[in-house]
């Protein structure tokens, strides 16, 4: 069964604070995971991993993942209140279309 | 930096309507899909779309959804008998030769 499910779903941190979002997936037909975050409407790109254990970075945030426990984190430091969105994961399989997780609400009080 | 467009925005409609969803997706992108999130759920994938026809299709792509690029730049989705379950937030997105994933920022469709 495709699934994709991240955790925690909801998450309430202080400016300055560092979280980590988590995503586990399933194997089938596995190419590659994304992460997105959704503040008002469309998802928005922030991260492809295809291979694991190489950490992608992009200024405060960085994600990496583990093909072998089949999971992916999003880390991100220093939060600012700019940071409170949805975060989505998601793995694609070999037609290339984009399975989502349930995503994690972050709200990032000043 | 290119973007998917998608039109209208939000849609309300009654039960049993059509409805047409529009989507200019970006220029030299092959690949195009339809995702809908109901509200407070996931992210779904409804079909994807490539060289003008129908690569694939999820279960909720019935027969009342259809898709089409009619002039090769738009790009369609149409719901011909619209639910009640209908009601959701419709993104279109592109994609090209290299991965390079573009959401539109999706049409709200209200089906009452």
């Known amino acids: 069964e495709d699934k994709v499910v991240q955790s925690p779903l909801s998450l309430v941190v202080h400016e300055g604070d560092t979280v980590t979002l988590n995503c586990s997936y399933e194997?089938?037909?596995?190419?590659?995971l994304l992460w997105y975050k959704q503040e008002k409407k469309a998802p928005t790109f922030l991260f492809m991993l295809?291979?694991?254990?190489i950490e992608k970075k992009s200024g405060r945030l960085s994600s990496i993942l583990d093909k072998k426990e089949l999971f992916s984190i999003l880390n991100i430091t220093a939060t600012q209140t700019g940071d409170s969105a949805v975060y989505l994961c998601?793995?694609?399989?070999?037609?290339?279309?984009?399975?989502f997780g349930s995503g994690t609400r972050l709200l990032v009080r000043p | 930096e290119p973007e998917v467009t998608q039109t209208p925005s939000h849609q309300v409609t009654q039960m049993g309507q059509e409805v047409i969803l529009r989507c200019v997706p970006i220029s030299n992108h092959l690949y195009f899909y339809w995702y809908r999130q109901i509200l407070g759920q996931k992210v779904e994938f409804l079909v994807s779309?490539?060289?003008?026809?129908?690569?694939?299709k999820s279960e909720i792509f019935d027969d009342q959804f259809s898709v089409e690029r009619p002039d090769g730049s738009n790009f369609t989705l149409k719901i011909r008998s619209t639910k009640l379950e209908d009601s959701a937030m419709y993104f279109c997105?592109?994609?090209?030769?290299?991965?390079?994933?573009?959401f539109g920022s999706g049409t709200r469709l209200t089906v009452v």
């Open positions: 779309f490539y060289n003008n026809e129908i690569s694939e």
């Open positions: 998601a793995r694609t399989d070999s037609s290339y279309k984009l399975i």
């Open positions: 194997v089938t037909n596995f190419r590659s």
């Open positions: 997105a592109s994609r090209g030769e290299a991965y390079g994933y573009t």
């Open positions: 295809t291979s694991s254990g």
